[in-house]
């Protein structure tokens, strides 16, 4: 079992729409949380960071994370075809390390 | 104020041959992360270092990488006699390594290995 589960989709939906992007972990040692924007042949793009549980928003972008239940969301309100990407997910422990664990990453699709 | 910095973006390698993979953090960071993009799947980890120490290297295949952030100049990735399977995106990333911000990790644009 991966440490951190993501559906790879590819989730489609129209200009306009709310998108709800998720991933679920294993590991209860995880505390910081992190959604990564990235564009075709590009490199990750941090978009939202958090720590512990709790809701984070930045324009149209809201972070959800549910420690209890090993979850982890990222919404996306008034999708524009400029949304359409791989988003990962990426989380880590409070450990020194500073390793990134990587969902596999969902592509959204928003059609004009 | 320039993001991280990785050459070549491209690097193509015969079967045997070396590859150097190149890494300059953002202005200010101190903390450099190499990760490893297979297609079709997510980014694995690979080392961490901070100036002249190695942090983690859990992530490195035991033969043949190797990985350097001198004291001064660029973070080095270093393949040696690659093989097929080392066709790969490559990223660096970076943090502050201090402030509330301290690990952040922001990524440059990778490099992408071809292995002929």
């Known amino acids: 079992q991966k440490e951190v589960e993501q559906d790879p989709g590819p989730l489609s939906v129209p200009e306009g729409a709310i998108v709800s992007l998720n991933c679920t972990y294993s590991n209860s040692a995880f505390q910081y949380f992190m959604w990564y924007r990235q564009y075709s042949r590009k490199g990750p793009e941090l978009l939202m960071y958090?720590?512990?549980?709790g809701n984070k928003e930045d324009g149209r972008f809201t972070a959800q994370v549910d420690k209890s239940s090993k979850y982890i969301s990222l919404f996306i309100r008034d999708s524009q075809p400029s949304d359409s990407a791989t988003y990962l997910c990426a989380m880590r422990s409070s450990s020194n390390t500073g390793k990134l664990i990587f969902g596999q990453g969902t592509t959204l699709q928003v059609k004009p | 104020n320039a993001g991280v910095m990785q050459n070549p973006r491209h690097l193509v390698r015969r079967r045997g041959q070396e590859a150097r993979l190149r890494c300059s953090p953002m202005?200010?960071?101190?903390?450099v992360y190499w990760y490893r993009q297979l297609p079709e799947e997510g980014l694995k980890f690979m080392v961490y270092l901070q100036k002249e120490n190695i942090i983690d290297e859990s992530g490195m295949p035991k033969e043949r990488f190797s990985a350097e952030f001198p004291k001064e100049g660029p973070s080095i990735l270093r393949i040696q006699q690659v093989v097929r399977g080392d066709s790969a995106a490559y990223f660096c990333?970076?943090?502050?390594?201090?402030?509330?911000?301290?690990?952040?990790?922001?990524f440059g644009p990778g490099t992408r290995l071809t292995v002929l």
């Open positions: 202005k200010g960071h101190s903390h």
């Open positions: 990333a970076s943090s502050p390594g201090t402030g509330s911000s301290y690990n952040e990790q922001f």
């Open positions: 958090t720590y512990s549980s």
